[in-house]
């Protein structure tokens, strides 16, 4: 399925809901479903022209348990639901109410994307440096050898490897 823009997803709505078209024939049209035609349209009319306008947001945990209140409380369905709240994909509902069900509501709390950032217990660690000539000084050292000794070893295991290895002709 194409990706369609918001001026387009507005005109199927549109004439859908003018009722000269069924739902199938718009969505021949435009290449689409026509379980497509009818969210626009239910998008539509719960929200109007800003039913179209995407947003990028972070939703609240708040928000998120009210939306799945509301939809424990009438029996609607995540689709249905996602149109009421102005939700882009039904599956964000679907994934929201697994998390509560496994995890609580704690699991509704948003994350922050990309790479965790270094806790400052362990910048600290790699700030302070062990006092030359004492036990912990040592064992850093005797570990640092121990991981290059390693590292040699399978480098020279790798060496020879290719060396035994007969070269492919062509």
Known sequence: ???????????????????KESSTEIAESMGTNHAAILKWARLYEHHG??????????????FKLDVLNYMIEHGTSSRETAAIFNIPTPSTLD????QFETKGPDALQSRKKGRLSMKKETKRQLKQ?????SSEALQARIKQLEM???????????????????????
């Open 1 to 19: 399925m194409a990706k369609y823009t918001s001026e387009g997803k507005l005109q199927a709505a549109l004439r859908y809901l003018d009722g």
């Open 49 to 62: 022209v800003e039913a179209f306008i995407k947003r990028y947001t972070n939703y609240t945990v708040q």
């Open 95 to 98: 994934s929201w109410k697994k």
């Open 129 to 133: 440096a062990p006092v030359e000539g």
């Open 148 to 170: 290059e000794n390693e590292y040699l070893k399978k480098l020279n295991a790798l060496v020879q490897d290719k060396e035994i290895s007969p070269k492919k002709t062509r």
